[in-house]
């Protein structure tokens, strides 16, 4: 264990973390991008401080980092007391989180990466993939869809249940840009000295059947709760595969 070694990946971490929330807050403030760009910045951007998670000798600081944010998007509100967690909820909250007074679905999203984080740091941490792959079909799929689905989206899906629309374009975006993330993430991950290995097939089978489950998911999910059921649902189901 290096502990020394651990502390600066975790500091270091923190302020990519805080640059990727406050450089999209400071710039919608000033009105320089919409606050839906604001949002899908953060979105896009802090999560993927998860890519240094094998990287901890001891794996439990990812979890301290992961439960600080969960924190931070808990107490981000319209009533907070805290300027600069107003100021966050004020940039990057969506109109369906009015009613709670929260940035419900960010703390979805970190709420997300704490639970699977701490899951296979206590189960399985030489299998830290699955979790990175799950978080990053959060992360960049669902904004990538998101982006492909209101700019050039034309053959709707009607959800009835859910009271609201997806296009076939953002799901066909979300699928494909799963599996290369998947794909990236198996392979990529499995060579790390913490990781346990995966054959070239193997993930190729890990990815295909994540990224069409997650596109299935996504699609059935309230837009607020997606960041919490995409990968969780995902990464438990693949995961519980493997134990066959």
Request: aromatic fraction near 12%; charged fraction near 15%.
């Amino acid at each position: 264990m290096n502990i020394l070694l651990d502390l600066l990946i975790l500091l270091l971490t923190f302020i990519y973390v805080l640059a990727t929330i406050l450089i999209p807050v400071q710039l919608k403030k000033r009105d320089k991008i919409t606050k839906f760009q604001a949002r899908k910045a953060v979105h896009l951007l802090a999560g993927l401080a998860v890519l240094t998670t094998p990287f901890y000798t001891w794996p439990w600081f990812a979890v301290i980092l992961a439960g600080s944010m969960t924190l931070l998007t808990l107490l981000s509100s319209k009533k907070s007391s805290v300027k600069q967690l107003k100021e966050l909820y004020d940039s990057i909250g969506e109109e369906a989180e009015e009613k709670v007074g929260y940035l419900e679905g960010p703390f979805h999203y970190c709420l997300s990466i704490t639970i699977l984080i701490t899951f296979f740091v206590i189960v399985a941490p030489g299998k830290m993939y699955f979790p990175i792959a799950g978080i990053l079909l959060m992360i960049v799929s669902d904004t990538l869809a998101s982006i492909i689905g209101k700019k050039y989206g034309k053959m709707n899906i009607k959800l009835p249940w859910l009271k609201s629309t997806r296009t076939i374009e953002g799901s066909l975006t979300f699928f494909i840009s799963g599996f290369l993330l998947c794909f990236f993430a198996f392979t990529i991950f499995t060579n790390s000295i913490t990781q346990n290995h995966l054959t070239l097939e193997i993930a190729l089978i890990y990815s295909l059947i994540m990224s069409a489950l997650a596109t299935i998911v996504e699609l059935i999910s309230p837009s607020t709760w997606d960041d919490l059921t995409v990968p969780i649902a995902t990464v438990a189901i693949v995961f519980l595969l493997t134990l066959i």
